[in-house]
């Protein structure tokens, strides 16, 4: 029988027939299940996830961690109520908990019925096993209400991504109050610790971690949008759990609005995750007929700790998440952005002077910022005029683009397409197109307003303008910002039971906009700003190439900054800016090289004033970037690993990155300050092949110190390292291993 043939009639058979088809080596069906066990099981990677219909119908949690044989017996005892206190539903680990039957933990769906009726209890209906998929439909006891939950894992990473569909398939109204892609247990244990991030404008990605106790973690984002105060990722540790070693689970939500993860250590002490929409204001209305889409929450394992992790998530999104072109994920280029040279102040002459300075460093893309369009002087006025200004560019784009694209780079615009100045003419002519509640004040930030993208004639017209934008010059690339978050979220033209229904209907627009955009310029990049890293996630992820991570390009600061986005997000996706000194947020003075090798961790941009390089400054720049673009491939879409971050046993970040087939690897390491003559660590290195020879050379093109051999073997790399020590304020050294 061909495999394939296998594994369709696997799926309508009980475990132990299943098991009688394979031989030892050979794996079960991605998705199944065991029908004499009412027993749903999906494997992939390293990853087992098992879930079971129980006596009472509920659907409950039994497994999520390492790959378990396919033969092993999944024990999942029936469960009841401890007391009077804590009856059944409060102690079943519920894949998908409904507000009712005494639950008092954090419900998964919470609705309310016309006639006041807020009780839900959810059971098992029917369910589909087909390939890496899994859907199981539950529904109420007796109400009209349907949820089908959809489980689908990643053959290669064993990530799996859950969501949900929410149908109303009764005559009247239903309203949603709360709803999550999906709720997961870890079993009973006392040492676990979440680790997450935290931050705000130019101080973003701040990792924290704490204990998982008695009580709740809710981490959220109430704005509009993803934030930049809790970042919709989350890894769980227990005690034992290193950087590259022991278990760590790892999520993170694919939704650009407004979201809340809790996390809760429950009677019984398991710890129950719940993500999805946040309910903060949240009030969705469900007509006959309709249903709402939850975000997706993906979820991940690795018992190779929290790199493991790390490195997991980061081929998932590579593989699975982001935009591909031709089938493969296409390198970041070298980027010039001309916002610190010229700000507003931009014209046809200077830019392409800029655009000649940034070419002979050996960029490969120049990036126009702001002050282009409309009556764009400053920050208060014109947004939403996206027409280019005339005084500025009397001949259009199309000189600027042509001289850009004669000096071999592509060519880069920012907008700002969410966003409208009460000073332009798009304001004047639509005022009620901005997001607001009728008859009263309206908050702005940084001189302007979000416009409500939940209504279609705004929909409509941001499409229009920028397809209009891009029919008509020949762009390469956007860089698409969003510079505030929302205050008074009001829809005052819809009707009053449905203005709430503005948190979904928003970010569904947006992501509406992106996807036809691209649809009509396949070859157009777009990266996600949100005066930083204020949205970035898994859902506007999958429809842009890479993110802005934080408008703090302080090198120091970013090493820090870098190391927080990489826990859940693949340096692939991560751009870093090589800027002016002293840098503006600290007024920290720092060498060349040194902004060099932080901005080189992930895709590289030059957002300094060239204007200001002296010939010097000019000739190290050409060489980096050239050093750059032999490790971009291994930067860009190896393996991290984080061998060191800055501490009293060792003050250097130090990451190393290899590439796929391990025939590469690029090794960073960087120091704020050094004391007192202090001899520091040899570097071990990981991830190298042990029996091949690696040749070894420093980005920089300087000599290597006497400590380290030219060539070795990984297995020296790794085991006896890289002995180099350094000495100074803001100093650091690249080292290139190259296999051969």
Same mark, same amino acid.
């Given at each position: 029988?061909?495999?394939?043939?296998?594994?369709?009639?696997?799926?309508?058979?009980?475990?132990?027939?299943?098991?009688?088809?394979?031989?030892?080596?050979?794996?079960?069906?991605?998705?199944?299940?065991?029908?004499?066990?009412?027993?749903?099981?999906?494997?992939?990677?390293?990853?087992?996830?098992?879930?079971?219909?129980?006596?009472?119908?509920?659907? !409950?949690?039994?497994?999520?961690?390492?790959?378990?044989?396919?033969?092993?017996? =999944?024990?999942?005892?029936?469960?009841?109520?401890?007391?009077?206190?804590?009856?059944?539903?409060?102690?079943?680990?519920?894949?998908?908990?409904?507000?009712?039957?005494?639950? #008092?933990?954090?419900?998964?769906?919470?609705?309310?019925?016309?006639?006041?009726?807020?009780?839900?209890?959810?059971?098992?209906?029917?369910?589909?096993?087909?390939?890496?998929?899994?859907?199981?439909?539950?529904?109420?006891?007796?109400?009209?209400?349907?949820?089908?939950?959809?489980?689908?894992?990643?053959?290669?990473?064993?990530?799996?991504?859950?969501?949900?569909?929410?149908?109303?398939?009764?005559?009247?109204?239903?309203?949603?109050?709360?709803?999550?892609?999906?709720?997961?247990? =870890?079993?009973?244990? #006392?040492?676990?610790?979440?680790?997450?991030?935290?931050?705000?404008?130019?101080?973003?990605?701040?990792?924290?971690?704490?204990?998982?106790?008695?009580?709740?973690?809710?981490?959220?984002?109430?704005?509009?949008?993803?934030?930049?105060?809790?970042?919709?990722?989350?890894?769980?540790?227990?005690?034992?759990?290193?950087?590259?070693?022991?278990?760590?689970?790892?999520?993170?939500?694919?939704?650009?609005?407004?979201?809340?993860?809790?996390?809760?250590?429950?009677?019984?002490?398991?710890?129950?995750?719940?993500?999805?929409?946040?309910?903060?204001?949240?009030?969705?209305?469900?007509?006959?007929?309709?249903?709402?889409?939850?975000?997706?929450?993906?979820?991940?394992?690795?018992?190779?700790?929290?790199?493991?992790?790390?490195?997991?998530?980061?081929?998932?999104?590579?593989?699975?998440?982001?935009?591909?072109?031709?089938?493969?994920?296409?390198?970041?280029?070298?980027? #010039?952005?001309?916002?610190?040279?010229?700000?507003? +102040?931009?014209?046809?002459?200077?830019?392409?002077?800029?655009?000649?300075?940034?070419?002979?460093?050996?960029?490969?893309?120049?990036?126009?910022?702001?002050?282009?369009?409309?009556?764009?002087?400053?920050?208060?006025?014109?947004?939403?005029?996206?027409?280019?200004?005339?005084?500025?560019?009397?001949?259009?784009?199309?000189?600027?683009?042509?001289?850009?694209?004669?000096?071999?780079?592509?060519?880069?615009?920012?907008?700002?397409?969410?966003?409208?100045?009460?000073?332009?003419?798009?304001?004047?002519?639509?005022?009620?197109?901005?997001?607001?509640?009728?008859?009263?004040?309206?908050?702005?930030?940084?001189?302007?307003?979000?416009?409500?993208?939940?209504?279609?004639?705004?929909?409509?017209?941001?499409?229009?303008? =920028?397809?209009?934008?891009?029919?008509?010059?020949?762009?390469?690339?956007?860089?698409?910002?969003?510079?505030?978050?929302?205050?008074?979220?009001?829809?005052?033209?819809?009707?009053?039971?449905?203005? !709430?229904?503005?948190?979904?209907?928003?970010?569904?627009?947006? #992501?509406?906009?992106?996807?036809?955009?691209?649809?009509?310029?396949?070859?157009?990049?777009?990266?996600?700003?949100?005066?930083?890293?204020?949205?970035?996630? =898994?859902?506007?992820?999958?429809?842009?190439?890479?993110?802005?991570?934080?408008?703090?390009?302080?090198?120091?600061?970013?090493?820090?900054?870098?190391?927080?986005?990489?826990?859940?997000?693949?340096?692939?996706?991560?751009?870093?800016?090589?800027?002016?000194?002293?840098?503006?947020?600290?007024?920290? !003075?720092?060498?060349?090289?040194?902004?060099?090798?932080?901005?080189?961790?992930?895709?590289?941009?030059?957002?300094?004033?060239?204007?200001?390089?002296?010939?010097?400054?000019?000739?190290?720049?050409?060489?980096?970037?050239?050093?750059?673009?032999?490790?971009?491939?291994?930067?860009? !879409?190896?393996?991290?690993?984080?061998?060191?971050?800055?501490?009293?046993?060792?003050?250097?970040?130090?990451?190393?990155?290899?590439?796929?087939?391990?025939?590469?690897?690029?090794?960073?390491?960087?120091?704020?300050?050094?004391? +007192?003559?202090?001899?520091?660590?040899?570097?071990?290195?990981?991830?190298?092949?042990?029996?091949?020879?690696?040749?070894?050379?420093?980005?920089?093109?300087?000599?290597?110190?006497?400590?380290?051999?030219?060539?070795?073997?990984?297995?020296?790399?790794?085991?006896?390292?890289?002995?180099?020590?350094?000495?100074?304020?803001?100093?650091?050294?690249?080292?290139?291993?190259?296999?051969?």
């Amino acid at each position: 029988m061909a495999k394939s043939s296998i594994r369709r009639a696997a799926l309508l058979l009980p475990l132990g027939a299943i098991a009688s088809l394979f031989s030892s080596t050979e794996a079960l069906a991605e998705a199944s299940y065991d029908a004499a066990n009412k027993m749903f099981r999906l494997d992939g990677g390293e990853v087992t996830y098992a879930f079971k219909i129980n006596a009472a119908g509920i659907l !409950q949690s039994v497994y999520w961690g390492k790959r378990l044989p396919d033969r092993a017996p =999944l024990a999942a005892p029936e469960l009841s109520g401890m007391s009077g206190f804590d009856v059944t539903a409060n102690v079943v680990p519920q894949e998908y908990a409904g507000q009712g039957g005494g639950l #008092y933990s954090e419900p998964a769906l919470k609705v309310t019925w016309p006639d006041g009726n807020r009780d839900l209890v959810l059971y098992y209906r029917s369910h589909q096993v087909s390939g890496d998929e899994i859907r199981v439909t539950l529904s109420d006891l007796d109400r009209p209400l349907f949820v089908t939950l959809i489980y689908r894992i990643d053959r290669a990473t064993g990530v799996i991504a859950r969501s949900s569909v929410v149908e109303n398939r009764g005559a009247t109204d239903v309203r949603v109050d709360q709803a999550a892609g999906a709720g997961v247990t =870890l079993p009973v244990a #006392y040492d676990y610790r979440l680790h997450y991030s935290t931050g705000r404008w130019a101080a973003e990605w701040t990792l924290q971690d704490r204990p998982l106790r008695a009580g709740a973690t809710v981490l959220e984002s109430r704005r509009g949008s993803t934030g930049s105060q809790n970042n919709p990722w989350f890894q769980i540790t227990r005690a034992t759990t290193t950087e590259e070693s022991g278990p760590a689970w790892i999520g993170a939500l694919a939704w650009s609005g407004s979201w809340r993860m809790s996390f809760d250590q429950d009677v019984t002490g398991r710890i129950r995750i719940v993500g999805g929409f946040n309910p903060f204001d949240f009030a969705y209305r469900l007509r006959p007929g309709e249903t709402l889409d939850t975000p997706t929450f993906y979820i991940g394992y690795s018992d190779e700790g929290r790199g493991g992790a790390s490195r997991l998530f980061h081929r998932f999104e590579r593989e699975r998440i982001l935009p591909r072109r031709g089938g493969k994920l296409p390198l970041r280029p070298v980027l #010039y952005n001309s916002w610190e040279a010229t700000e507003f +102040k931009v014209n046809e002459a200077e830019q392409m002077a800029l655009a000649e300075k940034a070419a002979s460093l050996g960029v490969e893309r120049f990036v126009m910022d702001d002050g282009w369009f409309g009556a764009r002087n400053n920050d208060k006025a014109g947004l939403g005029d996206w027409q280019v200004n005339p005084t500025k560019f009397p001949n259009g784009l199309k000189p600027l683009i042509d001289k850009v694209k004669s000096l071999k780079m592509d060519f880069g615009l920012w907008v700002e397409p969410e966003m409208v100045n009460a000073d332009s003419d798009l304001f004047r002519a639509h005022p009620d197109w901005a997001m607001q509640f009728k008859g009263r004040p309206r908050t702005e930030g940084r001189n302007q307003l979000v416009l409500n993208l939940a209504r279609t004639d705004v929909r409509d017209h941001l499409l229009k303008v =920028l397809d209009d934008l891009l029919t008509q010059n020949d762009i390469a690339f956007l860089k698409w910002d969003y510079n505030r978050n929302w205050s008074e979220p009001g829809w005052p033209d819809a009707e009053v039971g449905e203005q !709430q229904n503005i948190y979904v209907a928003y970010v569904r627009n947006l #992501y509406w906009i992106i996807d036809e955009l691209r649809k009509r310029h396949p070859n157009v990049e777009i990266e996600s700003c949100s005066g930083g890293g204020g949205r970035v996630d =898994l859902g506007i992820m999958a429809r842009t190439d890479e993110m802005w991570p934080s408008d703090n390009t302080d090198p120091y600061d970013r090493l820090l900054i870098q190391d927080g986005y990489t826990q859940a997000y693949a340096p692939a996706t991560m751009m870093a800016w090589v800027t002016d000194s002293p840098n503006w947020v600290n007024g920290r !003075q720092t060498t060349l090289p040194f902004r060099f090798l932080s901005a080189m961790q992930g895709g590289l941009g030059i957002g300094t004033n060239l204007n200001k390089w002296q010939a010097t400054d000019f000739a190290l720049g050409k060489y980096y970037v050239a050093s750059y673009k032999r490790i971009r491939e291994t930067v860009q !879409q190896g393996q991290l690993y984080r061998l060191n971050r800055e501490s009293d046993a060792d003050p250097r970040w130090t990451n190393l990155y290899v590439a796929p087939d391990k025939s590469q690897a690029a090794l960073f390491t960087l120091v704020g300050s050094t004391h +007192k003559l202090d001899v520091m660590p040899t570097i071990a290195l990981t991830g190298l092949d042990p029996d091949a020879y690696y040749r070894i050379e420093t980005m920089e093109g300087t000599p290597l110190p006497a400590t380290i051999p030219a060539r070795a073997t990984g297995a020296y790399w790794m085991n006896h390292g890289v002995d180099v020590t350094l000495r100074g304020d803001f100093v650091g050294v690249g080292f290139i291993l190259t296999r051969g």
